[in-house]
């Protein structure tokens, strides 16, 4: 998947002469978290967050206070050092760069312009979306070998008991030696799916027994 | 005997049938009317024939191009691949001959209870051939075809212009109902159910509470997996209890799956017949409470249909008829006649035996988590009612 698949298009935008005071009105109506500073020509020259806004906002013991300074310009506090991508960048990677720089929002540049906007909340979604959990579904856990070839052993079974899959996880065990395969499963009786899979040797791992695993 | 309580029953209920193997199987609904006419707390008076929805009821739901695909794979006219797009013909919702008439049939059932308690001809009315609580807009799901509890309250809305409480104690999340009515402020949905961390459908969490206009008006609480009478009967009278005071409904529907029990072999939950005499007993307060007495039952999942779903759905009959104080032994007439066609030993006798199962191992545990999921999902009208009473402390 990639970034031009989950960026929200139009961007709210303003520009470098708009006042503080506005930047307060607009965050506050379209209830956004990050205004991106463009020029005349829509180039990403800044960035304002609401923690920006808030930092330069009197404080509620003195609302009545310096109301002067909220007439400066928005240049005035915004970021410049702004870190943009690419709508064809993969999803996973912007993931990686939101953790590595601990930014909330990815404005999305394509020559030279703005043409998109990536939040901390549409990947968020974007992962739920992933995993399948939007979908109904019941969850299997298994636990395999890790060998090549066993993800295809175990589909194979389920897709005899022609019930789709709707997403597919995979993740280490503990003992590097076996893998936790994680299936959702468009059914609601997945007793035939998982008698199949302890049939053919598989451990499930979930459903389970009082006590274990929840 | 009660003469303002009707039971919407018809032996076509069990035309609803996917095939013998499939774990919903409607004779659990012709076991419980057995169960109660060998009682003699049954009369013929009591029992209604259910009449069967219309297209244009069917409609205020579902999609017109869903209910033809339905009236074609019943008659096998739908090719397979647009049919596994309608979610017809899977593993969970097999295509059967006549499927339309036999769903129509389930929604009419709940629609002719509705229209019996908002008629003023009952005060309360039992349709255990509905509950059909996972059926969406377009498409069938978890055995499933036509919501007729979705139906029901739109028509509800639409017919009697009243608020509607509903209220889900099925072991799976009540997804079809919350979704039809997400962003709608006059319909409170209330889910209590297993989790749905590995448990179908997987949604049901405690932030599903509504959207744009309903925000705040859909309740779910997911509890976790083992949970027992105690916790579960706590968290569902303190939701139950809150929600009503907090929406002041005209009316209350309930979904009365009986598929939490320790026996239910699709979830995970460890009820016992104690929760089911008083799931419908607190409901039937309520109603009296806050809506004249307007409440109207649906049946739901039920998958152990000999040992538990007999006995827990009669027991919303006796509730209604206020003639639940029975315990002993089950009449002896309905066991001998279907002991022998029943694949296990039916229980001799109205309430488990103590102890049913042996103890869970992480019982507190999952007692405090319950508790404190309890307090998430109430949170929002806790707070509110904080203020209310902060303000304004006379009123109490």
Redesign the interface.
């Known amino acids: 998947m990639i970034v031009e698949q989950i960026m929200k298009t139009p961007v709210i935008t303003m520009q470098p002469t708009n006042t503080i005071a506005e930047a307060i009105q607009l965050v506050r109506q379209r209830r956004i978290r990050h205004i991106p500073i463009v020029d005349e020509e829509n180039r990403v020259v800044g960035i304002v967050t609401d923690r920006d806004i808030r930092d330069a906002s009197p404080s509620i013991f003195q609302i009545h206070e310096h109301l002067e300074d909220l007439q400066k310009p928005i240049s005035a506090i915004m970021k410049t050092d702004v870190i943009v991508g690419h709508p064809l960048d993969f999803v996973e990677e912007v993931a990686a760069l939101f953790y590595e720089h601990k930014i909330s929002c990815l404005p999305i540049v394509k020559d030279g312009k703005l043409v998109g906007i990536v939040t901390e909340t549409d990947l968020l979604y974007t992962l739920i979306q992933l995993t399948g959990?939007?979908?109904?579904?019941?969850?299997?856990?298994i636990k395999v070998p890790n060998e090549s070839g066993m993800l295809s052993k175990a589909s194979a079974i389920i897709a005899k008991?022609?019930?789709?899959i709707s997403s597919v996880l995979l993740y280490p065990d503990e003992d590097e030696n076996y893998q936790i395969l994680v299936f959702?499963v468009?059914?609601?009786?997945?007793?035939?799916i998982i008698n199949d899979l302890k049939n053919a040797g598989y451990t499930v791992l979930?459903?389970n027994l009082?006590?274990g695993s929840? | 005997m009660k003469k303002d309580c009707v039971f919407i029953y018809s032996e076509d209920f069990l035309q609803y049938k996917f095939h013998d193997a499939h774990?919903f199987n409607q004779l659990r609904v012709k076991l419980t009317y057995d169960l109660l006419r060998a009682m003699n707390a049954l009369e013929d008076e009591q029992i209604i024939k259910p009449r069967i929805a219309t297209d244009e009821e069917l409609a205020l739901i579902h999609d017109q191009t869903y209910i033809e695909a339905v009236k074609a794979a019943g008659k096998g006219q739908l090719p397979e691949h647009t049919a596994?797009n309608y979610g017809l013909g899977?593993?969970?919702t097999p295509i059967f001959p006549n499927m339309h008439e036999a769903s129509a049939l389930l929604v009419g059932s709940t629609l002719t209870a509705v229209d019996y308690v908002l008629s003023g001809k009952a005060k309360h009315a039992l349709s255990l051939g509905g509950g059909l609580h996972?059926g969406f807009r377009g498409k069938a799901?978890?055995?499933c075809v036509y919501n007729d509890s979705a139906v029901a309250i739109k028509y509800i809305q639409e017919k009697y212009g009243l608020r509607v409480l509903y209220v889900d104690t099925d072991a799976?999340h009540g997804?079809g109902v919350q979704w039809a009515f997400y962003d709608d402020p006059n319909v409170c949905t209330f889910s209590i159910h297993e989790t749905g961390?590995?448990?179908?459908?997987?949604?049901g969490n405690i932030n599903e509470r509504g959207h744009g206009a309903g925000y705040g008006y859909s309740f779910n609480i997911p509890v976790?997996?083992?949970t027992e009478d105690e916790s579960w009967l706590d968290a569902y009278t303190q939701a139950f209890r809150e929600i009503a005071d907090f929406f002041r409904p005209d009316v209350i529907l309930t979904q009365n799956g009986a598929d939490a029990h320790y026996y239910d072999?699709?979830t995970?939950l460890?009820l016992t017949m104690k929760a089911y005499r008083e799931i419908p007993k607190l409901a039937h307060q309520i109603a009296h409470e806050y809506c004249d007495g307007r409440w109207i039952a649906v049946g739901g999942g039920g998958y152990d249909i000999w040992r538990v779903v007999p006995r827990a759905w009669a027991l919303i009959w006796l509730e209604m008829t206020e003639q639940s104080n029975i315990s002993g032994d089950l009449p002896e007439s309905w066991l001998k006649k279907w002991q022998a066609l029943s694949p296990v030993p039916l229980p001799r006798e109205w309430d488990d035996p103590e102890p049913l199962y042996?103890p869970?191992?992480?019982k507190a545990e999952i007692t405090e988590k319950n508790g404190q999921t309890v307090e998430k999902a109430l949170y929002l009208i806790r707070s509110q009612r904080q203020q209310t009473t902060d303000t304004n402390p006379t009123i109490l």
């Open positions: 959990a939007h979908q109904p579904g019941s969850q299997i856990e008991r022609n019930a789709n959702r468009q059914t609601m009786n997945p007793i035939g979930w459903p009082p006590g929840s | 774990p596994l899977t593993e969970d996972h799901s978890g055995f799976h997804d961390r590995y448990l179908f459908p997987g949604t976790d997996a083992f072999p699709l995970h460890s042996p869970i191992p992480r």
